[in-house]
């Protein structure tokens, strides 16, 4: 009995842990920036030494799993869902409620950037742009699409290809549910491998308190309040566009479309928004999201499996977001005129962006370029918003993975894979 009480509140310890790490790493960080003066021990003991190395090793951490985490709970997700009929099926679903709720978060967050004019009587020579910028050339949509099949996988999978990974993966899984007991082998092989992914992933994510802790303590403390100033604005709107895509679009497409709770998903899915938050990583929050969607909302991991890892691929509804009021604030800081035809194209191409952002820190900005070069807007313009972008990159991440979540839930669903009573049940415990 005491085994069991002392057990409990072990597993009720890591979330609340990540969330003291939170608050106390923007404490600290902001303790650092405003009270402890520039100078060796605060900028290269601290800020580039101690947060940075703890940080950044627990983000790569995270890092090495991704890829053989998505490939074997890809091919497991595809050899679940059995035949190659009811994947195709769901896959189709999937996609297609993907890139609607993508689609939607532009059109929020072109209609709220439309509202709050983020770049109307800006001064630009109050912001300070980001120095070293680096933005990549364009890739045409053609070679984009072409680059989904990989010519080498192995190459797809050393360098992180996701989009490769995801296709092979998924080849494998229908070939291994064809060939049934021929590949008993290969398949046990893979089921089994997956499980050693979920624990390492477990285990690593032991580590997430500190690594979050160090994370948000050097955002505060490299940044103060300062630099957002003349940039209020837009980050105004863009947190407003990804509020009202969270709270409305998604718990309203929830409940339209499954009658389920939305108060009670929010509440239960927010621990993984925050570790998404602290992150920036929807990679990262993979099996944390999988656990957290079987044993807290009863949703089916056969769907799951391969619908989360699918959508923190290409599924990016904050950074469209993003990329929406980006748009806005750069034609107008710039003083462009943008016509309906540009909106019209500024959702597609933001939607593509969305399949090519990965889901790592930063990579909608990268990808704003293509959609920036779409209606022809400066580049330069990026990097204004460069400098301020850590704090919304971890907001849009959070919204991102709880796009994934909600559309997991629906297909699941429909696939009579939602547990009613494990997602109404309150005294849950915590994923350990
Ligand atoms: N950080 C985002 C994610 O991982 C991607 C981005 O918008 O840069 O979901």
Redesign the pocket.
């Known amino acids: 009995m005491s085994k069991e009480v002392k057990k409990t509140k072990k597993q009720l310890g890591l979330t609340s842990q990540i969330f003291i790490g939170l608050i106390g790493g923007a404490l600290v960080g902001l303790l650092f920036n405003y009270l402890i003066p520039q100078g060796y021990v605060r900028d290269t003991v601290f800020i580039d030494g101690i947060f940075y190395v703890v940080g950044q090793g627990f983000i790569r951490l995270m890092q090495m799993l991704v890829v053989p985490l998505v490939f074997c709970s890809l091919v497991c997700g595809s050899m679940a869902i059995g035949d190659t009929k009811q994947l195709g099926k769901v896959g189709i679903r999937t996609i297609g409620f993907y890139l609607v709720t993508t689609a939607l978060a532009i059109t929020v967050a072109l209609t709220v950037a439309n509202f709050i004019d983020p770049g109307i009587g800006l001064n630009m020579n109050a912001i300070q742009a980001a120095d070293n910028v680096t933005i990549s050339t364009k890739t045409p949509i053609t070679q984009t699409l072409l680059n989904i099949i990989p010519t080498n996988i192995f190459y797809g999978l050393t360098n992180g290809k996701m989009l490769q990974v995801i296709f092979f993966a998924l080849f494998i899984g229908i070939i291994l549910t064809r060939l049934d007991d021929k590949a008993t082998t290969v398949s046990n092989f893979f089921n089994e491998f997956n499980d050693v992914m979920m624990e390492m992933t477990m285990l690593v994510m032991k580590a997430a308190p500190f690594g979050v802790f160090c994370l948000i303590a050097r955002t505060f403390a490299s940044t103060g309040f300062s630099a957002f100033l003349p940039m209020l604005k837009y980050m105004l709107a863009v947190l407003l566009a990804l509020f009202v895509q969270c709270f409305f679009v998604y718990t309203g497409l929830l409940k339209a479309s499954t009658g389920l709770s939305p108060v009670v998903f929010l509440k239960k899915f927010f621990p993984v928004m925050a570790f998404a938050f602290s992150t ?4 990262a929050t993979i099996p944390l999201s999988i656990e957290t969607l079987k044993k807290k909302l009863g949703v089916s991991k056969k769907i799951s499996s391969f619908t989360i890892p699918l959508g923190a691929t290409i599924n ?1 509804d ?2 469209s977001i ?1 990329q929406g009021v980006a748009v806005v604030f750069a034609a107008q800081a710039y003083g462009i005129q943008l016509s309906m035809a540009d909106y019209i194209t500024v959702i597609g191409t933001a939607t593509i962006a969305s399949i090519g ?1 990965a ?7 990268i990808t704003l370029t293509m959609v920036f070069n779409s209606v022809g807007l400066p580049i330069e313009a990026i990097a204004l918003i460069m400098g301020i972008d850590r704090i919304l ?1 971890m907001t ?2 959070a919204v ?1 993975i709880t796009g994934d979540a909600v559309c997991t839930t629906v297909i699941a669903n429909l696939n009579g894979g939602v547990d009613k009573e494990i997602f109404y049940k309150k005294d849950i415990k915590d994923i350990s």
């Open positions: 920036a990583t929807s990679n990016m904050g950074t993003m952002t889901g790592v820190p930063s990579v909608g900005l990159d849009r991440t991102n």
